[in-house]
């Protein structure tokens, strides 16, 4: 029964998410919303770890695996990429260098002048 | 032969035998080039053409998996509940760090994307590839991107980061290990992490800390991007 009840805090809460999006209309995905409002709630000590923990770990280590489908939705784009592959690699590429390198930059940098 | 396609068991017996067999290469090659997920979507792309079968009929099974991604999103509250207890007193420096890097990432792609003549809907599929695939892909349909780009994108991003991010922090000389990790996930999400947890603990604690950050940065900043450049 652990699943059960780990699984309606965390449908719960999605769906709490979803009717707020709604509602709202907020610009942030509902998803997200739904992470945020789990967040709230655990630093809250409303919802402890140990209540969402077996589904949470079980779902996250999955978690790479739930892509596959929607990855292969690209099937339905090859006409709109065609021609711009290796230009998107080029970007992934030295984009993901810029990020990592700035990233730890800035972070390394207000550290070391924090110790001093 | 296609009747026998016409129920949701034929794309999630798919997908999973895929991931399987990608999960398979990439533990024999042990090369981070050889991706499972990137394997996978690429043998059912090929099986879908081969047989020409209309990804529809492949989404049936499909969107059964795709479906748990919503309470996965929201369980990604617990790892980063977890890292934010241990940061206290730090949080001011990792913050502006974050928020620097996503803010360099947007800007990079764009940049570039715009010097290379780079469509402006597979732009908007870039931008946010540098969250974790769960956020990137709902911020992507959220803007007008192409999700399903995004998704491979993001992923893409993931192995670059993997294999050059420790390379490049050493080039710069960055050895405070804070720095490191965030720079990890915030740069390319949950591989980025992996590799951080290879080089150590604290490294790969941050790291997981940045994916969740990082993905909510990226939600804020999105749409203020959108906004200034391209409407």
Redesign the interface.
Same mark, same amino acid.
């Given at each position: 029964m652990k699943i059960i009840k780990e699984?309606s805090i965390?449908?719960g809460?999605?769906y709490l998410?979803n009717v707020i999006k709604e509602v709202s209309n907020m610009?942030?995905?509902?998803?997200?919303l739904?992470?945020?409002?789990?967040?709230i709630l655990?630093?809250c000590n409303i919802v402890k770890?140990k209540n969402?923990?077996t589904?949470?770990n079980f779902?996250?280590d999955n978690?790479?695996?739930?892509?596959?489908?929607?990855?292969?939705?690209?099937?339905?784009?090859f006409g709109?990429?065609k021609g711009?592959v290796t230009?998107?690699?080029?970007?992934?590429?030295?984009?993901?260098?810029?990020? #990592?390198? %700035?990233?730890?930059?800035?972070?390394?940098l207000?550290?070391?002048r924090?110790k001093r | 032969m296609k009747e026998y396609l016409n129920t949701p068991i034929f794309?999630f017996a798919l997908? %999973?035998i895929?991931?399987q067999i990608g999960l398979y290469i990439n533990k024999k090659t042990k090369n981070a080039l050889f991706n499972?997920?990137?394997i996978?979507?690429g043998l +059912?792309?090929a099986l879908?053409?081969v047989f020409d079968i209309d990804?529809e009929v492949?989404?049936e099974?499909?969107?059964i998996?795709?479906f748990?991604?919503?309470?996965?999103? #929201? %369980?990604?509250?617990?790892?980063?509940?977890?890292q934010?207890n241990k940061i206290k007193g730090?949080a001011?420096?990792?913050l502006?760090? +974050?928020a620097?890097?996503?803010i360099?990432?947007f800007l990079?792609?764009i940049f570039?994307?715009k010097l290379?003549?780079?469509?402006e809907? +597979?732009i908007l599929s870039?931008l946010p590839?540098?969250s974790t695939?769960?956020?990137s892909?709902?911020?992507s349909s959220?803007i007008g991107g +192409?999700?399903?780009?995004t998704?491979?994108?993001t992923?893409?991003?993931g192995i670059?980061?993997y294999i050059?991010?420790p390379s490049?922090?050493k080039l710069?000389k960055?050895?405070?290990k804070?720095? %490191?990790g965030?720079?990890?996930g915030?740069?390319?999400h949950?591989s980025?992490t992996a590799k951080a947890m290879e080089i150590g603990e604290i490294e790969g604690g941050m790291a997981s800390l940045?994916i969740?950050v990082a993905?909510?940065m990226v939600?804020?900043i999105a749409?203020m991007v959108v906004k200034l450049f391209f409407k």
């Amino acid at each position: 029964m652990k699943i059960i009840k780990e699984l309606s805090i965390i449908m719960g809460v999605l769906y709490l998410s979803n009717v707020i999006k709604e509602v709202s209309n907020m610009p942030i995905p509902a998803t997200v919303l739904g992470m945020v409002i789990m967040l709230i709630l655990l630093s809250c000590n409303i919802v402890k770890p140990k209540n969402i923990e077996t589904v949470a770990n079980f779902l996250l280590d999955n978690l790479t695996f739930l892509f596959v489908p929607g990855g292969v939705g690209l099937i339905t784009s090859f006409g709109l990429i065609k021609g711009q592959v290796t230009k998107i690699l080029i970007v992934a590429i030295i984009t993901t260098a810029i990020t #990592v390198a %700035v990233t730890g930059f800035t972070v390394n940098l207000l550290n070391k002048r924090k110790k001093r | 032969m296609k009747e026998y396609l016409n129920t949701p068991i034929f794309g999630f017996a798919l997908s %999973v035998i895929a991931f399987q067999i990608g999960l398979y290469i990439n533990k024999k090659t042990k090369n981070a080039l050889f991706n499972p997920l990137i394997i996978a979507i690429g043998l +059912i792309m090929a099986l879908l053409i081969v047989f020409d079968i209309d990804y529809e009929v492949f989404n049936e099974g499909g969107n059964i998996i795709t479906f748990f991604l919503g309470p996965t999103t #929201v %369980v990604l509250a617990l790892p980063l509940y977890r890292q934010l207890n241990k940061i206290k007193g730090k949080a001011h420096n990792i913050l502006i760090g +974050i928020a620097v890097g996503s803010i360099a990432s947007f800007l990079s792609v764009i940049f570039l994307s715009k010097l290379l003549g780079i469509d402006e809907i +597979i732009i908007l599929s870039l931008l946010p590839k540098s969250s974790t695939t769960a956020i990137s892909k709902e911020i992507s349909s959220q803007i007008g991107g +192409i999700s399903s780009l995004t998704i491979a994108a993001t992923s893409f991003t993931g192995i670059s980061g993997y294999i050059m991010g420790p390379s490049i922090l050493k080039l710069l000389k960055i050895d405070d290990k804070i720095a %490191v990790g965030i720079a990890m996930g915030t740069g390319s999400h949950a591989s980025g992490t992996a590799k951080a947890m290879e080089i150590g603990e604290i490294e790969g604690g941050m790291a997981s800390l940045a994916i969740g950050v990082a993905g909510l940065m990226v939600v804020l900043i999105a749409p203020m991007v959108v906004k200034l450049f391209f409407k």
